[in-house]
Nanobody, 126 residues
Framework: QVQLVESGGGLVQAGGSLRLSCAAS????????MAWFRQAPEKEREFVAA????????LYSDSVNGRSTISGDNAKNTLYLQMDSLKFEDTAVYYC???????????????????WGRGTQVTVSS
């Protein structure tokens, strides 16, 4: 049974930073790609960043590129998202996701991912 549990969200002022964590348990050895998505009220879930679990290749959305860093610790089975220079429009619920579909797929699409966490709320005050 795979479980992904996010933490680290909260209320922060614009310009501030947050570090999100996603603790994975279960069949983590089968993960090929892990990612962060976010969903704001009345909007669709959108891709934020992804990392290949073995090779460490990274991909970012245009909206966070240059302001965020995705990283992973295989030994701790934990995924991170460091977010700096936060903006009001970064306010959303942030979800961790994991895929067993190999590398080279469409990392931007929610259907690529097999497992999801329940999310952690990030609120940026302007």
């Amino acid at each position: 049974q795979v479980q992904l549990v996010e933490s680290g969200g909260g209320l922060v002022q614009a310009g501030g930073s947050l570090r999100l964590s996603c603790a994975a348990s279960g069949r983590t050895f089968s993960f090929d790609v892990m990612a962060w998505f976010r969903q704001a009220p009345e909007k669709e879930r959108e891709f934020v960043a992804a990392i290949t679990w073995s090779g460490g290749s990274k991909l970012y959305s245009d909206s966070v590129n240059g302001r965020s860093t995705i990283s992973g610790d295989n030994a701790k089975n934990t995924l991170y998202l460091q977010m700096d220079s936060l903006k009001f429009e970064d306010t959303a619920v942030y979800y961790c996701a994991a895929s067993e579909m190999g590398v080279g797929g469409n990392y931007y699409h929610t259907a690529f991912y097999d497992y999801w966490g329940r999310g952690t709320q990030v609120t940026v005050s302007s």
